[in-house]
């Protein structure tokens, strides 16, 4: 900590030159825990955040995107 901040290192392990993977999947519960259903992602995950009806997931470390989805009720 520097002068009351806070700092932070991140360093990516493996090949950061891949922007594509099959190892995440963006699971859905209801309000009793009960799975929904799950949508395959082909995109690596650091951070996930929703605002209003927006679900937006954040890759910090390879190509460093933010994809948004919309939430519909059905």
Do not use: C, W
Request: no cysteine.
């Amino acid at each position: 900590m520097m002068d009351g901040q806070r700092t932070m290192s991140m360093k990516p392990d493996g090949n950061v030159d891949v922007r594509k993977t099959d190892a995440y999947r963006l699971e859905v519960y209801d309000q009793d825990g009960i799975l929904l259903g799950a949508v395959p992602l082909s995109h690596f995950v650091n951070g996930i955040r929703i605002v209003n009806d927006r679900l937006f997931i954040i890759d910090k470390m390879r190509g460093a995107k933010v994809f948004e989805y919309r939430i519909v009720e059905k």
